[in-house]
């Protein structure tokens, strides 16, 4: 029997570089679905589902033009079973396939439905199946679990130290580029109103048909599309061009301004590129070496600071954040150190808040589908934190809101950096701050109605009351963490009708969250 092999692609493994397309061969049929299963699993914001879906038909076209032979199924196909595994195993017996081959899902969910499913279609349906690397990033699932064997600690540090040696990254004759792994002292600026801020890079894709079937097949989704255009890049050549916009026009002021935040500038000077990283549209060596051939081209436009910045959010934490995930899964996932259990309050879903960096912050979130880092971790995630979200809530609204949001990368920053549910296998100390430093890093405070110098009292910061309560209330658990050490000694020199009259602030901030 001649051979006969079905290739599955899934959404998120959009690489045309991969060396299964080195060679044209009709027997050879690659198989891609939009399945509503994908869309179920949590609610997805409308600009994700659209993005997803676009760049998986433009893949799908850009190789069926090359050759290669796709079968590809519609949300409305009427033999779109809407599962993964039923689809699979419909297509294989239709098609007489005499081999079943995929790519190694960067989810445990999927790993394990596929599992299951291999298992099925080996011992009942008699057909080999293979799992191939994406070949996209830098290490393998289990690069970080070998590396941090037998140790306490492995920090991200560590980590990327480790893989700027091996891969030669900003690598001199005598250890780092400019004598320091970590520039990091110099990237802590607020915005100086000065330095222009470019637009966005930007596309203008029609969504309206996509959108119009999820309505009329009754998929819900939250967030919103201006006029059904989606202006996130769906093909790698969009994605190439965002790439080469960024190092020329953003990467020069991205280090010093990594962690401002500015009113109405949600992008400031982030790249906006994890989507089209995290679908694979292009790889993170690429961006690494687009970044340092514009360095060492113009050392004069880009400074040190700004390029190992940037290289260690994408060679770092990026890598990082995925070993953890495969070294942690699927305990990870349950993981709630401080026992949280509140609900989120229902402006997460509308940005109806008086808080004004939450108000922006979630804004911006329905609007674009994106909010830079810092937005993330200390506005929506440090509120989270202080004011005890249970978790999974925290984890299904990241999950779902932003552009780039895959589990192996949400659950780690979520639950891992931001939550510090883990207890400290992601971060050394919980990412938590009173209204002081969002007041020193944005422009926010400004034209909120509470005043983020005052802890207790009238139009006090909700981030004061609820951040000293945090520690109060989280002694037992967080004293001993050197890193904590300054906040414990603050704590002490608090005189006992301080403490309570910031407990009571707290207490009554709780008891209102739907009304802040
Ligand atoms: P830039 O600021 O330009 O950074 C460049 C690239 O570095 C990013 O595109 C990304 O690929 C990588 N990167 C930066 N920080 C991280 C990080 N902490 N972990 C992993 N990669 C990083 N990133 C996601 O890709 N998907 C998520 O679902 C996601 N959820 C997050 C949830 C929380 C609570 C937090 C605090 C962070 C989350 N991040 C997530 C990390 C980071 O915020 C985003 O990668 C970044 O904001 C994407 O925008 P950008 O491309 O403009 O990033
Ligand atoms: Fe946010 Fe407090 Fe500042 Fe208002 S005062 S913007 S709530 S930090």
Known sequence: MSKRILRLILGDQLNSQHSWFNQIDPEIHYLMMEIGQELRYVTHHIQKIAAFFLAMRNFCLEKTKDGHWFIYMRLEDPENSQNLSQNIKDILKKGNYTQFQYLLPDEYRLDQELNTLIHEIETIYKIPAKGFDTEHFFTDRKYLERESKGRKVYLMETFYRKLRMDQNILISEDGPEGGLWNLDKENRKPYDFKTTIPPPKTFSHNASPIRKTLDSMGFSYIGQMKEDRLTWPVSRTEALEGLS?????????????????????????????????????????EVIQSCLLAYYKDPTKYSLASVEGFIRQILGWREFMRGQYWATMPKFSSLNFFNHSRKLPSWFWTGNTKMNCLHQSISDSLTYGYAHHIQRLMITGNFSLLAGFHPDEVDQWYLGIYIDAIEWVEITNTRGMSQWADGGIIASKPYVSSGNYISKMSNYCKSCIYDSKKRSGENSCPFNSLYWAFFLNHKRQLEKNFRLTMVYKNIEKLNPLEIEKIQNQAQYYISHLESL
């Open 245 to 285: 916009y960024f190092v020329e026009n953003l990467l020069p002021n991205f280090g010093q301004f990594e962690d401002a935040m500015v009113q109405n500038e949600p992008n400031l000077f982030h790249s906006r590129l994890s989507f089209s990283l995290n679908i694979k549209l292009i790889s993170p060596h």
